[in-house]
């Protein structure tokens, strides 16, 4: 299984859908991203903690303070996204990893590729967003 290791390795519709030679891509490109998520919060947190520093002046106080905020939010973010993958690893492991989970159908590689936390369709998302703007709208 070193091809798998391999960074040429790109899944292909020419093999079996959700082989585990894709599986264990999929994993790995999860992984990965999880791994830069975690290390570019660990640098985000450094800085904020060398930053805490009182600014006498109170319009630096307030840049520090917004910057803060939007550093904390982005944070925030990060670690929802965390969770996606997660359950991303999760859907590897059980089997439904690639499936839609409104359809059961499977999500096209080119997506997943693109997000690999996707667990709808790009039909299935579709939907999913014209019903949003309907609400959205009323």
């Not at 992984?31 to 919060?41: D, Q, T, V």
């Not at 904390?72 to 590897?92: F, T």
Request: charge should be negative.
């Amino acid at each position: 299984m070193n091809d798998v290791a391999s960074e040429s390795y790109k899944p292909s519709d020419a093999e079996p859908f959700m082989s585990e030679r894709q599986r264990e891509y999929f994993r790995r490109k999860l992984i990965a991203w999880r791994e830069a998520i975690l290390a570019e919060s660990r640098d985000t947190l450094a800085v904020l903690q060398l930053e805490s520093e009182n600014h006498p002046d109170i319009a630096d106080r307030a840049s520090s303070e917004t910057d803060r905020a939007i550093e904390l939010r982005a944070r925030d973010r990060q670690r929802k996204l965390i969770s996606k993958i997660e359950a991303a690893l999760a859907r590897i492991e059980d089997g439904t990893y690639g499936y839609c989970v409104e359809t059961g159908d499977p999500i096209s590689l080119r997506r997943l590729d693109a997000r690999p936390i996707a667990t709808l369709s790009v039909e299935a998302q579709e939907r999913h967003e014209r019903r949003e703007k309907i609400y959205r709208d009323e």
